[in-house]
């Protein structure tokens, strides 16, 4: 099945508009939080995938590993990384989600439910995970065409998956 242009370009924009959306909610929560958007994503991923080094935290996340060192500084100083050496390299640092910021991501993703709960209240369940179903099956089209381009981007292994 082959979309249209038109259509493509649309799916662009409502996913632009849902990207600007989810910045404003978090410009709002940060506030709130007194955490910036980009460091209380990195922390929800940090959570999310577990413990692992800042290269793979910055390949995942598809930035350069400054911006994350930059962050990841800003959230052990919140208490909300722990970092240590790792074990089969001292050089090398992995960072992982403390205690403090497990209790922090959790009050954040209430927040965030509250607005989609609201948003979403006339929906069905199944609308909701079928949309988030097609939404992970374009994200992984998109990968894998931008990876053909030789421009890869890969979710790096980290040392253990939370269910944060």
């Given at each position: 099945?082959?979309?249209?242009?038109?259509?493509?370009?649309?799916?662009?924009?409502?996913?632009?508009?849902?990207?600007?959306?989810?910045?404003?909610w978090m410009s709002q929560a940060a506030r709130l939080f007194q955490l910036h958007p980009a460091s209380a994503l990195l922390l929800s991923d940090l959570a999310l995938h577990g413990e692992c080094r800042l290269s793979d935290l910055a390949?995942?996340?598809?930035?350069?590993?400054?911006?994350?060192?930059?962050?990841?500084?800003?959230?052990?100083?919140?208490?909300?990384?722990?970092?240590?050496?790792?074990?089969?390299?001292?050089?090398?640092?992995?960072?992982?989600?403390?205690?403090?910021?497990?209790?922090?991501?959790?009050?954040?993703?209430?927040?965030?439910?509250?607005?989609?709960?609201?948003?979403?209240?006339?929906?069905?369940?199944?609308?909701?995970?079928?949309?988030?179903?097609?939404?992970?099956?374009?994200?992984?089209?998109?990968?894998?065409?931008?990876?053909?381009?030789?421009?890869?981007?890969?979710?790096?292994?980290?040392?253990?998956?939370?269910?944060?």
């Open positions: 099945m082959s979309a249209s242009d038109e259509a493509a370009l649309e799916l662009l924009r409502q996913l632009r508009l849902a990207g600007q959306l989810q910045h404003a390949k995942r996340k598809m930035v350069d590993i400054s911006v994350v060192s930059r962050q990841v500084g800003q959230l052990t100083a919140a208490g909300l990384v722990d970092r240590r050496p790792a074990p089969e390299d001292g050089r090398a640092t992995l960072v992982r989600v403390s205690e403090h910021g497990h209790a922090e991501l959790k009050r954040m993703r209430e927040s965030y439910l509250d607005l989609f709960r609201a948003a979403l209240s006339d929906w069905a369940e199944a609308d909701v995970t079928a949309l988030a179903r097609t939404i992970s099956s374009m994200n992984d089209a998109l990968r894998d065409q931008l990876d053909a381009g030789g421009q890869a981007i890969t979710t790096p292994p980290c040392a253990a998956r939370s269910g944060a």
